[in-house]
């Protein structure tokens, strides 16, 4: 029994800032790869970040710059700082993280409920 929890999400102007947190908990082995996914209206669900669990981190093009991922293992959290928000980033965040189970092989994707973010004036 794994769950992802998400929080964090919210209405904010352009410009302004918000930070994404994730917390996995439940009988957990190990966990690879951690990332974020979004989703606006009418549009196809796009990755945005992932860290591998060593710190690598990579980006869709749109936030080079401007989201900063990041996590804690000890905590089995993942982190989306996101900074500069514009009107284009409104979506609905998704926390994905593959992890193995205790006793189980192999690791398979999890994911969060879903984080309303909404960037306007």
């Known amino acids: 029994q794994v769950q992802l929890v998400e929080s964090g999400g919210g209405l904010v102007q352009p410009g302004g800032s918000l930070r994404l947190s994730c917390a996995a908990s439940?009988?957990?082995?190990?966990?690879?790869?951690m990332g974020w996914y979004r989703q606006a209206p009418g549009n196809q669900r796009e990755l945005v970040a992932a860290?591998?669990?060593?710190?690598?981190?990579s980006y869709v093009d749109s936030v080079k710059g401007r989201f900063t991922i990041s996590r804690d293992n000890a905590r089995n959290t993942v982190y989306l700082q996101m900074s500069s928000l514009k009107p284009e980033d409104t979506a609905v965040y998704y926390c994905?993280?593959?992890?193995?189970?205790?006793?189980?092989?192999?690791?398979?994707?999890?994911w969060g409920q879903g984080t309303q973010v909404t960037v306007s004036s």
């Open positions: 860290i591998t669990r060593g710190g690598y981190a």
């Open positions: 994905n993280a593959d992890i193995r189970q205790s006793g189980s092989t192999p690791s398979r994707p999890y």
């Open positions: 439940g009988s957990i082995f190990s966990i690879n790869t």
